[in-house]
């Protein structure tokens, strides 16, 4: 563990990073759009076609990705970013690294779907929470592993003495069983979290609502400074991007993804922490809440989201422990989640479905390639998706139908 | 309303009145015997029957009917247990009688079942919890309407500063909604609640573990006597009843079995409370905890409560309205918690054990009259606590082992 450990010699191919920098600071997050897109054709291609901002003729950009790409195309500071990314002994961890979180990360991609809706309450009703394009890290912590063995522990920036001892003790308990304390950074609960997983020489991650250069809260340099040494500090957000309110909300969703169980220690009645819990019970993760006294205004976000049955009520670190081990192998959404298009196709039909191109359709036999499915089963599983408005034919070749 | 009213104009006949008050005192509740047996025979023939003590030919007693009530069978005290109720203004309810609760106590029935067995964790083995087989009581409030409109408050005797504001503040918010407040009387928590109603006008039902003629706690000699006149205290114990450990247990299920949901306002890790929850989720009640500071022990038991799945963390009076409409789903019988010398002793014999002195030894002959429990079985269940260290002898008596 270095303070300033040099740039990885990532497996990555520089043309990779260098693309998925450009591409990380070209749309504000989420970009659902640009995230298909990018998983469609590849990094270094959609960066490619995007700088070109070509919307017609070959290589034209589907128009959700022009729409969320217009703004900032022309802005490419990747070489520079990742340069200064390497001063601070920082990384570009990105999906074609195996230290990419996958397995965390692929509920967010599953659950924005084709539709384009969350089905969170209080989510966005038509941007999904989309992956993240790349993540900017700095710290000897890895999220390889992640969601498992990862809580995140979460509340109010005014947290009351009571809060403040919680997170600080909990967070140390966990810490000390190995679990990682995932958190925000924020003043109050967040700081309490952090503090109590380093305290104990446990593992912590601070997910930023700001670019990794940035200390935010000003308070927790500090603070932060321990965590890039002993932990991890990781942000979707380019160098230089400042802390704004709705990206504190765009960034609870990678708190709660990162995770198999997001703990709210104290919040009032409506708060970035409890939206943070929203998103972790619409992923299938664990979603607990301390209790606290019912005449604090600071616990009231607690005993309210107590109220859901997805939500459970821990009266000590050991019943957080026994919640995240709970947590299913494949973190499925929970049962009354909204329904999908998608729902009830078979594996194969559900693969054949995912290998069909968004633009240029493809042949039954290329198809039948990526998918990894029989070719001969291929037809019947191309008609169930054709009639379920999943799929449709241009010329004897198939693509995904636009919903 | 009147604080001494004449005994009512019953439209049970006095005939069934004397039988059930005889029966009231003849078994220690709960008798599930007994109660199946009347309920086959009706309370006329079957007290005429328990009287004659008859073991063979017609009119032969059921072997545990003859178990039941072989100790008391003697004692007839009922037209002088009636005219004291009567002087006290109160009234003997019975199944005979439309006011009889039997929607709400039908369930300790069925519950009791065809195998004796209750299903629930920590009750009886070889009892059910049986219906009582009269109820004294005094008072202008009604059972009619019970569970329905009916919410237990129930918790810690040492209840914390916090825990009787929020059992005095929620039972007069309850009460003021139109509930009707149901608890022990004990102190803590039951006192403040029955308070809580009182202050706001409203209807509130104390459950006794003694007989009718007792005040217990003495302390809350006034406070019985202010529900007495404006709400109803009820017990299923003939007037002399002393309290005893086992019969607060036993109360504990009429306390679940009368009302629609049961609060537990504080309780510390093994407590009353925390049965009378259980009796409440094993009748398919709503369970419902008030969360406290994790730092608290008298909130600790209401915590272990909330792991529960059937167990709601409410948050605010209103959700305990929210909670108690919602009753019928049918919960799932409970599990698991720590163990004590007595655990597993079985209902006879830990009356006895309830039953033996801390210092005079006692004979044979009176402890199995104390305990209700048949002389002929008397031998084995001393022998049992002998053998766990509960009970030693002293020239033929027998008294509790210290320590």
Redesign the interface.
């Known amino acids: 563990m270095s303070a300033v450990a040099p740039e990885r010699a990532s497996a990555v191919a520089r043309e990779v990073l260098l693309a998925r920098a450009y591409l990380s600071r070209v749309a504000e997050p989420p970009a659902p759009a640009l995230a298909a897109y990018v998983d469609d054709v590849g990094p270094v291609v959609a960066a490619r076609h995007v700088r070109a901002g070509t919307t017609s003729g070959p290589g034209a950009l589907p128009p959700g990705v022009a729409a969320e790409t217009a703004a900032r195309r022309d802005t490419d500071r990747a070489g520079s970013d990742l340069a200064l990314l390497a001063n601070r002994g920082g990384r570009l961890v990105v999906p074609e690294d195996p230290e990419w979180p996958a397995a965390a990360l692929a509920g967010l991609g599953v659950v924005a779907g084709a539709d384009g809706a969350d089905g969170l309450e209080g989510a966005p009703a038509r941007e999904g929470p989309a992956v993240p394009l790349a993540l900017w890290a700095r710290g000897p912590g890895r999220l390889d592993d992640a969601p498992r063995g990862a809580v995140a522990m979460v509340g109010a920036r005014a947290a009351t003495d ?1 809060g403040l ?2 997170a600080r003790d909990w967070a140390a308990d966990l810490a000390d069983r190995g679990l990682t304390v995932v958190s925000g950074a924020a003043l109050g609960i967040d700081g309490a979290a952090h503090r109590g997983a380093l305290a104990v020489g446990g593992s912590t991650v601070a997910v930023l609502a700001c670019g990794i250069d940035r200390a935010y809260p000003p308070s927790h340099a500090t603070l932060l400074d321990h965590v890039v040494r002993r932990g991890l500090v990781v942000t979707e957000y380019p160098p230089g991007t400042t802390p704004a309110r709705h990206r504190f909300l765009v960034r609870n969703r990678l708190i709660a993804a990162l995770t198999a169980g997001t703990l709210v220690v104290e919040a009032a009645a409506r708060s970035g922490a409890m939206r943070t819990a929203l998103v972790a019970s619409g992923l299938g993760r664990a979603v607990m ?7 604090s205004a600071q ?2 976000g ?3 989201l ?2 859901r049955p997805e939500v ?5 670190a050991a ?1 957080v422990v ?1 919640e995240v081990s709970r947590v299913g192998d494949g973190y499925a959404p929970p049962p009354g989640s909204p329904s999908r298009p998608t729902d009830g196709l078979d594996p194969a039909a559900m693969r054949v479905y995912d290998a069909l191109p968004l633009q240029t359709a493809r042949t039954a036999v290329r198809l039948a390639h990526d998918a990894g499915v029989d070719p001969a089963g291929l037809a019947t599983h191309l008609s169930e998706l054709e009639a379920r408005g999943l799929a449709e034919t241009d010329g004897g070749r198939w693509r995904r139908r636009p919903g």
Chains 1, 2 share one sequence.
């Open positions: 009571y001892w919680v809440i301390v209790p606290g006294p019912v005449t616990s009231l607690c005993h309210e107590a109220r459970s009520t821990v009266g000590r019943h026994e």
